[in-house]
Every structure is written in C-alpha cells, then in structure tokens.
C-alpha cells in the first residue's frame, strides 16, 4: 500500500462515509498483501545505455542500427508515421494499434548523415540517429522539432521487466497538449504526470493527477512545426516536462524538455509531423477511426443517477416534455439493478422497463445502462456463475480468483485481455438490449479503488491473459478499460448488426476512440471544475479521442444558478451534451434553478438541437479525418503565439468559435479572434481579427462567432436540412462540408462540398461536382450581409 493508495483511502472515508471508506482501506492492503506474495524483490539493478552505435543494416522503409548494448529498428510507414523500438522492439503487438502495423514506405530508407550517424529521409521528416543513440526529429527543411537523448534502462540483476527512462528536448517556444485527458491544461505546463488510470475516489479538482484516462502521447506544437510523439507502453510511468525559455535577443534559448520514466515494457515509439490536421489523421490511421455515434448521441442526454423505480423515470422526462425541452437519451446507473448484479433489473422497481423503453423510443428518447467490470461473487448471480464457468476472472499469482470488496461484498473482474472472455462479455448484452437499452456507458472500470461503491482495484500481482501473451495487471491495467469498451462494442456489432453501438467509458487508453467516447467522471462542482471540464475535452481531442464531455454542473454539492447555466452552455457545444443528477448531485433538471435558468437553458437546448446537422457532418469528418469537433484556437495557426496561449475559446469544427464564460460575475469577456473575418452570431457584428475583441455575454448566451464564408448545416424551421451562410468578405471566397446522415446504420453518405463567393451584389452558393458548380439542394439563408466589420 503506498502513500498514493493511503491519501485516496482517507478521501473515500470523508466523501462516502466511514464503513465505505473503510473497506477501501481493507481492500488496498489486501491488495499490498497479494503483491508481497505474487511480486519478486526488486533488488539490486544495472544501468544501461546502448553505447556506440556498431553497423547499419538497411531495410524495406527504415532499416536496424545496431550500438554495443542495444539494437533500434526504425521504420517509416506509408502514412507518413515513423516507428522506432529499442532492444530489437517492433510495432506489434500493441493495443494502440488498430490491426497490424502500416506498412513500410519503399521509398524510405537508411542513409549516411553528418558526424557518422545515419538518417531516415521521409516526406514529412527526417529522422536522424547519432553515434551514441540519440535520435532527432527534423522538419523537411532542416529544423530540429525533438531531440531524444541516448535512452537508460535499469535492469534487476536477478532478472525481471527493466525500468527506463527517455529524455527528450523541444524547442524553447514549444508547447506540450494530450497526455490523454488532464484537468489542467490543455495546455500543459511544467510538471509531473502520472500515466496510470485512476478513479480520483472523490470529486476532483483542477490539478488532481492522474484521472481515468492516460496515454502516453504528447501534441508539441512549436513555431517550426507541431508534432505528435507516442511511446507505447502501458506501464505506469511519469512525464516531468517542462516548457522552455527564450532568451529575448540573448542567443541563449533554454529548451523544453519532457521526461518520461516507465516501470517497464517496450521502448518503442511512433512519431507524426505536419499540421496539426496531418498529424491526427496520421495518429487515426494508426489507432483507428473513431467510432461513429448514432444520431441521437449528438443530442441531450440526462443521466439520472438514483432514479428510485420507473415513476421516477416518467417523472423527470415529462418534466422535459411539459417545458418542451429537448431530450435525446435517458441514462439509468446502478441503482436499476437488482443487489448490483450487472444484467440484472430490479423488478420490484423497474417492474416493466422494456415498456417504459419503448414508449422513450416513440417519443425521441434513448434508453442508456451503466456497466461496470465488478460482478458480486454469490452463487446464484447468474453472470458470476456464467464467468465461473467460462474461466473468465482475473486470477492471483497462486492461481486463485483475486477478489476486490465493494459495496455489495466480494467482487470479482473479468480480464477483457482474453478474446474468448470478451466475446462472453460481448453476448451478455443481449439481456440489455432485450430490456429495451439502446447504449451503454462504462463506469468504475479503471478499474479504481473508491468510488461510488469504494469498489477494490485488481493488485498488480493479478495476471492477465494478454492475448496470449501472459503477464500481471502492471502491464494490463491501463488497457483494461480499452478492453472492456472493445468487448462490449463488439457484443453490439453482432448483436444488432444494423446499428451504430453506443459505449462510453469514463477510462481508457490510446485507442479508445476506437469503440466511442468518454465523459469527465466525477468532476467537482464549482468554477474551477467548470474551466477543467473544457480542458479534459480539447486534451482528449488532441489524443484522438474527439467525442467527449463532462456532466453538466460536477458531480458533488449544489452548483448555483449562475454556475449551472454557465455550465450548461459551454455543454451544448460540446460533443456529449449530458446533465446529471444523482443521490451526491442532487436534482439538477433545468427547472430546478428558476425561471430564468430554465429559459436561457431553453434557448441553449434549442440551438443544440438546430445544430445537429452540423455535428453530424462533425462526427463524419472526425471518422474520416481524426480531426476533433473540439479544436483550440490554434488549429490552423499553430505559428500563432497569441493563439498557443488561448485556453478559454475554441474552434467548434471549422466554422464556429465559442468563447464561454468560465468565470462568476461577467457580462462581458475578451475573445481571441483567429486571422479572418468572424461575425457575432446573434448580433451579425463582424470583427476582424488576428486580434481580441472585448463582447457582450449576458446570462442568456455565451458569445459565439462564424467564420466569414463559412457554410453550417442546421436543422430549419420545418425539421428539414437548411444552409447557415456567413457571407465572405469582399473579394474572397469561402465554403463548407456538408454530411447527410441516415441518424444510424453502416451506409457511407457522400461529403457535400459547398463553395461561396460574391456575385456583383449577391453572394452565390455552390455545390461543387464532377461537372462544375450546381445549385444546391436544400434551403440557404445567407447572413451577415449587412455587417460592417469593426477593425481591431
């Protein structure tokens, strides 16, 4: 047990009382005791560098140098990534991966470089490694995005996995982002992070590290280029970085650096340089296409934690429907199980839920079931005595099925590292789809120590199957939740085939996109939770993961009406639009603030609704692309210093920027306007930038601007679809992507590209096609056309 497993101890004792919190005591040095007896010594241990490099063989798209201790592979990949591993280390296996490794570009490869190293020449980089083993990263033209020093190991003399550390060095005016989801940020300045998924056992605060979704990959963005650097390995580890400093005219520039400590597995890496756009869609091409959501899931969900029995359920969706407030989804959590039984309803309470879930489907509403990984261990429970059956726990160093404590007694995990245990998983499912359940989310399956039942984490000593490979939970914690989501999107592609699954996870990993998305857990409320909720959404958007969001108004305590609507505002512009409430929450529908809460939250509601066209064509363009609906200022413009520095705004796709209110008391606020013309959506006011502006934010709206020319698919007056045109400035042109989406299914709708330009005294509007312009095929209302731009 150590200090990290003590503090969150002594937490689950003051947030979830005393005989909870006790149990996660016990159950933490129940898990010291396991690792005593399952772990080695660690023992004396021999430094290791990999000393001068000794020959070169080159090979399809890279080749292998070879140093006096250590051998490094590198090779470069038709989608412009480049991969090396040390000690021999390959792509493969990873479960970052999407399926097997890109293959090598033939026209890449090892080439003599200055002062006796060698070099791989890349379209988009070259990589440079020299004679004692440090590797640069370099742009086309010559210029150094990263240095990685020689690396270190540290080997046990008595054998064992080598601890190991990579120092690396950027330039002085580089920023770090990802990192995975950090409740600072998004851009993350110096300090020490901690790459290891965790269940923070109480409502947490900006500053709190790690949370439940780690991964080691770090977005630089500098004034010479942006790149994204990946070391996959799921071990527990720490990134110290540090951003540089210029030296103001001096010529002595102190660099960034980052440096990454891991307590095992590969050193291996993969690197991305280009735009910022670029890069992601190389990190998607290797990790995977994020996973498409159904329509509805781009609408407002309602997670109602301790709905009491389905009257309760009835209760708040026609409280939505009375004040025609648009609702989408409906999330139930535990408390619709039978003694927490996974798969199991309660029907004393929830006596006819497939009734209820159809007649939510009838009116527009979605049914969503939380699913954790800890089953109680009682005979009698038929998942437990199905996984007894198919081997399917976790079991301890002695062979024994390790056992957590939770709220409901003993528990015990399945290891989703095992195909056969996932497919098991998967087919469970089917219970909850006959139940009327149209998607899931995954909670506790970091899995963590105290939470909402003070649910035991596995002990490291735990084995895991690994696909085959075999090893213990040190390795297998961080992909354990990833495994769980892939379980159980997969058990949906199966099940019902003909639609999209809906997962999402509150951990995961490098990947995760792959089976959906993510919210922010149990953020705390207050104003400072409110500006966290903004970074861990454009910090995971920047790691691939793009669909994401917090629960509206934290997780604990009563937010004030002001902080609720705030809240609620910035929601409505993100991926996940979910408010939340619950036995910690409280009641926090709308209408529990006031009359003038409920109206501007109705206005909020309103225009999310007649935005979803223009998320779906988002969530198109994030599968095809990689490139978030989330987006710092920057996107465009990382050369843009003023832009680096901007956290409090975003992009929303290419066409929108938000500028929410993040602080009490403001009627106003200073937004940082991108290169371009921008118009003030409500008022029609056009702005120039680069530069700041100083607007109105009064309580019944956050400002929002469009990009001049932009085109922006919305829902019109009648349901149909219908073109928000932003006029271009004169003289130039502007235009748009449109997706039209069926709201589920497999098929692959056309992207509609959409160009405008002025015409004498009109703006025109086109549809571009093999064979020219064509007029479009929808409604189009041109705006912004009367706007005289106030110069900055």
Same mark, same amino acid.
């Given at each position: 047990?150590?200090?990290?497993?003590?503090?969150?101890?002594?937490?689950?004792?003051?947030?979830?009382?005393?005989? /909870?919190?006790?149990?996660?005591?016990?159950?933490?040095?129940?898990?010291?005791?396991?690792?005593?007896?399952?772990?080695?010594?660690?023992?004396?241990?021999?430094?290791?560098?990999?000393?001068?490099?000794?020959?070169?063989?080159?090979?399809?798209?890279?080749?292998?140098?070879?140093?006096?201790?250590?051998?490094?592979?590198?090779?470069?990949?038709? +989608?412009?990534?480049?991969?090396?591993?040390?000690?021999?280390?390959?792509?493969?296996?990873?479960?970052?991966?999407?399926?097997?490794?890109?293959?090598?570009?033939?026209?890449?490869?090892?080439?003599?470089?200055?002062?006796?190293?060698?070099?791989?020449?890349?379209?988009?980089?070259?990589?440079?490694?020299?004679?004692?083993?440090?590797? $640069?990263?370099? #742009?086309?033209?010559?210029?150094?995005?990263?240095?990685?020093?020689?690396?270190?190991?540290?080997?046990?003399?008595?054998?064992?996995?080598?601890?190991?550390? /990579?120092?690396?060095?950027?330039?002085?005016?580089?920023?770090?982002?990802?990192?995975?989801?950090?409740?600072?940020?998004?851009?993350?300045?110096?300090?020490?992070?901690?790459?290891?998924?965790?269940?923070?056992?109480?409502? &947490?605060?900006?500053?709190?590290?790690?949370?439940?979704?780690?991964?080691?990959?770090?977005?630089?963005?500098?004034?010479?280029?942006?790149?994204?650097?990946?070391?996959?390995?799921?071990?527990?580890?720490?990134? @110290?970085?540090? $951003?540089?400093?210029?030296?103001?005219?001096?010529?002595?520039?102190?660099?960034?650096?980052?440096?990454?400590?891991?307590?095992?597995?590969?050193?291996?890496?993969?690197?991305?340089?280009?735009?910022?756009?670029? @890069?992601?869609?190389?990190?998607?091409?290797?990790?995977?296409?994020?996973?498409?959501?159904?329509?509805?899931?781009?609408?407002?969900?309602?997670?109602?934690?301790?709905?009491?029995? $389905? /009257?309760?359920?009835?209760?708040?969706?026609?409280?939505?429907?009375?004040?025609?407030?648009?609702?989408?989804?409906?999330?139930?959590?535990?408390?619709?199980?039978?003694?927490?039984?996974?798969?199991?309803?309660?029907?004393?309470?929830?006596?006819?839920?497939?009734?209820?879930?159809?007649?939510?489907?009838? *009116?527009?509403?979605?049914?969503?079931?939380?699913?954790?990984?800890?089953?109680?261990?009682?005979?009698?429970?038929?998942?437990?005595?199905?996984?007894?059956?198919?081997?399917?726990?976790?079991?301890?160093?002695?062979?024994?099925?390790?056992?957590?404590?939770?709220?409901?007694?003993?528990?015990?995990?399945?290891? &989703?590292?095992?195909?056969?245990?996932?497919?098991?998983?998967?087919?469970?499912?089917?219970?909850?789809?006959?139940?009327?359940?149209?998607?899931?989310?995954?909670?506790? +399956?970091?899995? #963590?120590?105290?939470?909402?039942?003070? !649910?035991?984490?596995?002990?490291?000593? *735990?084995?895991?199957?690994?696909?085959?490979?075999?090893?213990?939970?040190?390795?297998?914690? +961080?992909?354990?939740?990833?495994?769980?989501?892939?379980?159980?999107?997969?058990?949906?592609?199966?099940?019902?085939?003909? $639609?999209?699954?809906?997962?999402?996870?509150?951990?995961?990993?490098?990947?995760?996109?792959?089976?959906?998305?993510?919210?922010?857990?149990?953020?705390?409320?207050?104003?400072?939770?409110?500006?966290?909720?903004?970074?861990?959404?454009?910090?995971?958007?920047?790691?691939?993961?793009?669909?994401?969001?917090?629960?509206?108004?934290?997780?604990?305590?009563?937010?004030?009406?002001?902080?609720?609507?705030?809240?609620? /505002?910035?929601?409505?512009?993100?991926?996940?639009?979910?408010?939340?409430?619950?036995?910690?929450?409280?009641?926090?529908?709308?209408?529990?603030?006031?009359?003038?809460?409920?109206?501007?939250?109705?206005?909020?509601?309103?225009?999310?609704?007649?935005?979803?066209?223009?998320?779906?064509?988002?969530?198109?363009?994030?599968?095809?692309?990689?490139?978030?609906?989330?987006?710092?200022?920057?996107?465009?413009?990382?050369?843009?210093?003023?832009?680096?520095?901007?956290?409090?705004?975003?992009?929303?796709?290419?066409?929108?920027?938000?500028?929410?209110?993040?602080?009490?008391?403001?009627?106003?606020?200073?937004?940082?306007?991108?290169?371009?013309?921008?118009?003030?959506?409500?008022?029609?006011?056009?702005?120039?930038?680069?530069?700041?502006?100083?607007?109105?934010?009064?309580?019944?709206?956050?400002?929002?601007?469009?990009?001049?020319?932009?085109?922006?698919?919305?829902?019109?007056?009648?349901?149909?679809?219908?073109?928000?045109?932003?006029?271009?400035?004169?003289?130039?042109?502007?235009?748009?992507?449109?997706?039209?989406?069926?709201?589920?299914?497999?098929?692959?709708?056309?992207?509609?590209?959409? @160009?405008?330009?002025?015409?004498?005294?009109?703006?025109?509007?086109?549809? !571009?096609?093999?064979?020219?312009?064509?007029?479009?095929?929808?409604?189009?209302?041109?705006?912004?056309?009367?706007?005289?731009?106030?110069?900055?």
């Amino acid at each position: 047990m150590d200090g990290r497993d003590l503090v969150r101890s002594m937490k689950a004792v003051g947030s979830a009382g005393a005989a /909870q919190g006790l149990r996660g005591v016990r159950a933490a040095w129940r898990r010291r005791r396991a690792d005593a007896a399952g772990l080695p010594p660690r023992g004396p241990e021999r430094a290791r560098v990999p000393g001068r490099m000794q020959e070169v063989e080159p090979g399809p798209g890279g080749g292998v140098v070879r140093f006096g201790r250590s051998e490094l592979r590198i090779l470069v990949a038709v +989608n412009g990534a480049v991969f090396w591993g040390w000690d021999g280390a390959g792509p493969e296996p990873s479960y970052a991966l999407a399926g097997r490794c890109p293959e090598p570009d033939p026209r890449a490869a090892l080439e003599p470089d200055k002062d006796g190293g060698w070099r791989v020449v890349a379209e988009r980089a070259t990589v440079a490694v020299s004679l004692h083993g440090a590797i $640069e990263i370099r #742009t086309p033209g010559g210029v150094v995005l990263r240095r990685e020093l020689p690396p270190r190991w540290w080997e046990p003399v008595g054998g064992g996995p080598a601890r190991w550390t /990579q120092r690396s060095e950027v330039a002085a005016d580089a920023r770090f982002f990802g990192l995975g989801g950090r409740s600072t940020g998004p851009r993350l300045r110096s300090g020490t992070y901690r790459l290891w998924n965790t269940g923070p056992g109480a409502a &947490f605060t900006p500053g709190e590290d790690p949370l439940s979704v780690t991964m080691p990959v770090q977005l630089v963005v500098a004034d010479a280029g942006t790149h994204l650097v990946f070391h996959d390995s799921s071990w527990d580890g720490t990134v @110290v970085l540090r $951003e540089g400093e210029e030296g103001a005219g001096s010529g002595h520039d102190r660099p960034g650096s980052s440096v990454l400590r891991m307590d095992g597995g590969p050193l291996r890496c993969w690197v991305a340089v280009g735009t910022p756009a670029r @890069v992601l869609l190389a990190w998607a091409s290797l990790t995977g296409a994020p996973a498409l959501p159904p329509a509805w899931a781009l609408g407002h969900h309602h997670a109602g934690g301790g709905f009491e029995d $389905e /009257q309760a359920v009835r209760r708040i969706v026609a409280g939505y429907q009375e004040r025609d407030l648009p609702l989408d989804a409906v999330h139930l959590d535990g408390g619709h199980f039978a003694d927490h039984q996974v798969f199991t309803v309660d029907e004393e309470r929830f006596p006819k839920l497939p009734v209820l879930a159809d007649e939510l489907r009838q *009116a527009g509403i979605r049914l969503v079931s939380v699913v954790g990984p800890a089953i109680p261990a009682a005979r009698g429970n038929a998942v437990y005595d199905g996984g007894s059956a198919e081997d399917a726990f976790v079991r301890d160093a002695s062979g024994a099925v390790v056992r957590g404590v939770a709220g409901p007694g003993d528990v015990v995990f399945p290891d &989703f590292t095992r195909a056969r245990v996932r497919e098991w998983w998967g087919g469970l499912h089917e219970e909850r789809l006959g139940q009327g359940f149209a998607g899931f989310w995954h909670d506790l +399956n970091e899995p #963590t120590s105290f939470a909402a039942f003070g !649910e035991s984490t596995l002990p490291r000593s *735990a084995r895991h199957a690994l696909e085959g490979r075999g090893g213990d939970h040190r390795e297998a914690h +961080n992909v354990y939740a990833l495994c769980m989501a892939r379980a159980g999107y997969e058990g949906l592609r199966s099940l019902v085939p003909e $639609e999209r699954p809906f997962v999402l996870s509150r951990s995961g990993w490098a990947g995760m996109q792959r089976y959906g998305g993510t919210w922010s857990g149990d953020i705390a409320t207050g104003w400072p939770g409110l500006r966290a909720s903004l970074a861990l959404v454009m910090g995971l958007g920047l790691c691939g993961v793009p669909y994401s969001g917090p629960d509206v108004g934290g997780s604990d305590g009563s937010p004030s009406p002001e902080l609720y609507l705030r809240w609620f /505002q910035l929601a409505a512009y993100l991926p996940l639009f979910r408010t939340h409430a619950g036995p910690r929450a409280g009641r926090r529908e709308p209408w529990e603030f006031g009359a003038e809460v409920l109206e501007y939250a109705r206005l909020a509601l309103v225009e999310r609704r007649r935005l979803l066209p223009y998320f779906v064509t988002l969530a198109h363009l994030a599968r095809r692309t990689g490139a978030p609906y989330v987006r710092p200022l920057w996107w465009s413009a990382p050369e843009e210093r003023a832009l680096r520095e901007c956290e409090d705004a975003f992009l929303l796709g290419d066409c929108l920027l938000v500028a929410p209110v993040l602080v009490p008391g403001a009627d106003r606020r200073a937004v940082e306007l991108p290169r371009g013309r921008w118009y003030d959506t409500v008022t029609e006011r056009a702005y120039e930038g680069p530069g700041q502006v100083l607007v109105d934010a009064p309580a019944a709206r956050i400002p929002v601007f469009a990009r001049a020319g932009a085109v922006v698919p919305v829902r019109g007056c009648d349901g149909g679809l219908e073109l928000e045109v932003w006029a271009p400035a004169r003289g130039r042109t502007g235009g748009g992507l449109v997706v039209r989406d069926a709201g589920d299914g497999w098929g692959e709708p056309e992207v509609e590209r959409y @160009v405008t330009r002025w015409e004498g005294r009109r703006v025109v509007v086109e549809r !571009e096609g093999e064979d020219g312009g064509c007029e479009p095929s929808c409604p189009v209302r041109v705006r912004g056309l009367g706007a005289h731009p106030v110069q900055m």
